[in-house]
Nanobody, 128 residues
Framework: QVQLVESGGGLVQAGGSLRLSCAVSGRTFRSYHMGWFRQAPGKEREFVAA?????????????YYSDSVKGRFTISRDNAKNTVYLQMNSLKVDDTAIYYC????????????????WGQGTLVTVSS
């Protein structure tokens, strides 16, 4: 069974950068697509980014981003370290949220939000 532990959250000024990490335990890491979601105060959880492990795609892409973070955030994975990263640049106050790492063997799950495995979340606060 896959377990996820996020780290790297914190307080940053608008325009700054943070890198979130998601440590993945379990032998099947390389069989899971990985992604990040976030939930801002008073709002529903939303998709942020996803990365395919085997070439399966979202609209022809093996990495997929929400429009709100495209061009500013980058998702990557290091299979040797069993870790997924979310590099967040040019942060905005609206990026303030709890960020969750998630994993699922199906690409469609990332669009529906019903993923098999979730981390506990890490808080990112962007100040103006």
């Amino acid at each position: 069974q896959v377990q996820l532990v996020e780290s790297g959250g914190g307080l940053v000024q608008a325009g700054g950068s943070l890198r979130l990490s998601c440590a993945v335990s379990g032998r099947t890491f390389r069989s899971y697509h990985m992604g990040w979601f976030r939930q801002a105060p008073g709002k529903e959880r939303e998709f942020v980014a996803a990365n395919s492990w085997n070439g399966d795609t979202w609209n022809g892409r093996t990495t997929y981003y929400s429009d709100s973070v495209k061009g500013r955030f980058t998702i990557s994975r290091d299979n040797a370290k069993n870790t997924v990263y979310l590099q967040m640049n040019s942060l905005k106050v609206d990026d303030t949220a709890i960020y969750y790492c998630a994993a699922d063997p199906r690409v469609s799950s990332f669009l529906r939000g019903n993923l098999e495995v979730w981390g506990q979340g890490t808080l990112v606060t962007v100040s103006s």
